[in-house]
């Protein structure tokens, strides 16, 4: 047996990195007595700017493979890396504004938090189903572990048992589905599994079931529709930082997954699970959308947005194509920008002991903050495909590829989706700026969320009027054109 070598280590650098420093915060709060846990989130903060360094360092556009095959270095994974260090950065800002808020202050939703960081990124290198489970655990125990942190709420304790159940039902569909692509090809190693599907029959069942099975597992990590029954209540019951992170960062490694699993390693059968994607992006955009307008809870309305925004992502990947596959990658980045956003504002409407969750909750909102309104304002415009704001060009995106492959009824029908859904975004901007305040309590903030919340409505305008270098960089990552970041 061979034994990793220097090559393997340096290629993996950013995880073990990142597992050391992970650990090094757990410690660092274990002995902290500042009831603010400011030295454990900037410790956290730290771990995730090295994690960024050390990518951009070592970014290149060749391939490199570690640990005997089971690791793969590429543009794709350091790209999804990157975006998912700097979300993750945003997310924990986000979160700690939360806790000092709502006087919840604890250094486990940090520690957790890089944790389930370190579980996507394992993901994003996966060359091997093993590789790929290992990551997928480690990233949805740790999700598991913070929807439940507030113990005293019933709602929570729900949330998060419907979570660790459902989560542990999708898991055990595809570990079996890998089970049987393992007895049809006799590998788990998604390079040798492509090479054997290529050569085999394209009706063979065992490998058709076992790829049934593997993307009901992946559809339920994306929350698509019909595995999609615990995104709203899980999005309603956890704390709203930890849905903030839940709904936005680990979408990039659900992204991975899929690329990896069927891509990757069942590319060649293509024209199989295209149709069943096909299904799943129509479901999902309808359910999503229709669902949506009847809502009175945002997080849950959130919550079925995600959903048909899921059914748009699957456009770009079941075209098929590089282009398709940008486009698709450049949708995720796009709503975890947008998610950011929208759950930001909502953080900021909080106080301690109450959840700006309701619609009520927001009536009025521009008599209250000219500011926040117009961040929130920019928010649903964008997640509605409002054109110039950075969500239209999403979806210009993914319609392009998919009529570029001839499925013109499908662009059609996302089309139509996409006009019953700027109803629910259009709702909250009426409330906002055409209703009276219900809320007259002042609206607090520190300076840092303040900053960083019109940052984040700035990038959605601005990408927007120029979203050539954001897409730019996903088109590269599947072109392999030489990629330059400083």
């Not at 599907?197 to 698509?224: E, H, M, P, T, W």
């Not at 499925?407 to 019953?420: G, P």
Request: charged share 10%.
């Amino acid at each position: 047996m061979n034994l990793p070598g220097t090559q393997d280590y340096l290629a993996a650098l950013p995880e073990i990195v990142v597992a050391t420093l992970a650990c090094i915060v757990l410690l660092i709060d274990l002995w902290s007595n500042d009831r603010e846990r400011l030295l454990t989130w900037l410790a956290t903060q730290f771990t995730l700017l090295v994690g960024i360094v050390l990518i951009i360092v070592q970014l290149s556009t060749d391939v490199t493979y570690a640990f005997a095959g089971t690791y793969v270095k590429d543009i794709l994974s350091d790209v999804l890396k990157l975006f998912i260090f700097i979300g993750a950065g945003v997310a924990f800002l986000y979160m700690r504004e939360y806790l000092r808020i709502h006087n919840e202050m604890k250094g486990e939703y940090f520690t957790l938090g890089l944790f389930a960081v370190l579980g996507m990124m394992v993901l994003a290198s996966a060359s091997h189903m093993i590789t790929l489970y290992l990551g997928l655990e480690l990233l949805s125990l740790s999700l598991y572990a913070l929807v439940a942190m507030r113990r005293d709420s019933a709602q929570s304790a729900e949330a998060a048992m419907k979570y660790f159940m459902l989560g542990a039902i999708a898991s055990g569909m595809l570990l079996y589905g890998m089970s049987m692509i393992y007895g049809a090809t006799g590998s788990l190693d998604l390079r040798e599994v492509a090479d054997a599907v290529a050569q085999a029959r394209s009706d063979d069942l065992i490998l058709i079931f076992g790829l049934v099975f593997i993307v009901a597992g992946i559809a339920f990590k994306l929350g698509a529709v019909p595995f999609h029954m615990w995104a709203p209540d899980v999005y309603q019951g956890a704390p709203t930082a930890v849905t903030l992170f839940l709904a936005t960062v680990p979408k990039l490694a659900a992204f991975a997954m899929l690329m990896r699993l069927l891509v990757d390693g069942l590319g060649p059968l293509h024209d199989q699970w295209q149709g069943m994607l096909i299904i799943l992006a129509v479901l999902s955009m309808a359910i999503g959308n229709l669902v949506a307008i009847a809502q009175e809870n945002i997080r849950r309305m959130l919550a079925y947005s995600t959903i048909s925004h899921v059914g748009f992502l699957l456009l770009g990947v079941l075209s098929g194509t590089d282009q398709g596959y940008a486009a698709a990658l450049f949708y995720t980045v796009v709503y975890m920008i947008m998610g950011l956003g929208a759950f930001g504002v909502l953080v900021m409407l909080g106080r301690a002991g109450f959840e700006a969750d309701r619609l009520s909750d927001i009536k009025g909102l521009n008599q209250r903050s000219p500011w926040l309104a117009g961040v929130m304002l920019v928010m649903m415009f964008s997640m509605a495909g409002v054109p110039p704001f950075l969500g239209f060009w999403a979806k210009f995106a993914v319609l392009q590829e998919v009529v570029a492959v001839g499925l013109v009824w499908l662009a059609v029908a996302a089309v139509v989706f996409s006009i019953i859904g700027a109803f629910y975004y259009l709702r909250i901007v009426k409330l906002i700026y055409f209703d009276e305040a219900e809320e007259q309590a002042p609206i607090r903030g520190s300076s840092p969320m303040r900053v960083m919340v019109s940052s984040n409505g700035l990038v959605v305008l601005l990408f927007g009027l120029f979203p050539a270098p954001l897409l730019g960089i996903c088109i590269a990552v599947f072109t392999r054109i030489e990629l330059v970041i400083g």
